[in-house]
Nanobody, 126 residues
Framework: QVQLVESGGGLVQTGGSLRLSCTAS????????LGWFRQAPGKERDIVAS????????YYADSVKGRFTISRDNAKNTVYLQMNSLKPEDTAVYYC???????????????????WGQGTQVTVSS
């Protein structure tokens, strides 16, 4: 059974930083595109960042460019999201996701991903 488990969320003040982690079990995703999405109350789930299998290509939503960094450690089957200069509008539940089967391009739509984590809450206070 495939599982993606996120961690690292929490409450932080404006301007602070958090590092989210997502570790996969049940299947190796070292050759797959991975992504981070977020969903605020009453809003749709939107792409935050995506990364190809070797980290060679990354994508960021305009709202997080220059503040967030996606990275991965294939040996640990883990993807990370480093979030700096956090703003109240970054408050949301953050989800990691994986494409299956092997894909070598970034992906920005929810429908392009096949496996999802349960989400981790990030709250940024003003």
């Amino acid at each position: 059974q495939v599982q993606l488990v996120e961690s690292g969320g929490g409450l932080v003040q404006t301007g602070g930083s958090l590092r989210l982690s997502c570790t996969a079990s049940g299947r190796t995703f070292s050759s797959n595109t991975l992504g981070w999405f977020r969903q605020a109350p009453g809003k749709e789930r939107d792409i935050v960042a995506s990364i190809t299998w070797n980290g060679g290509v990354t994508y960021y939503a305009d709202s997080v460019k220059g503040r967030f960094t996606i990275s991965r450690d294939n040996a640990k089957n883990t993807v990370y999201l480093q979030m700096n200069s956090l703003k109240p509008e970054d408050t949301a539940v953050y989800y990691c996701a994986a494409r299956w089967p092997v894909r070598t391009t970034v992906a920005v739509r929810v429908s392009q991903y096949d496996y999802w984590g349960q989400g981790t809450q990030v709250t940024v206070s003003s």
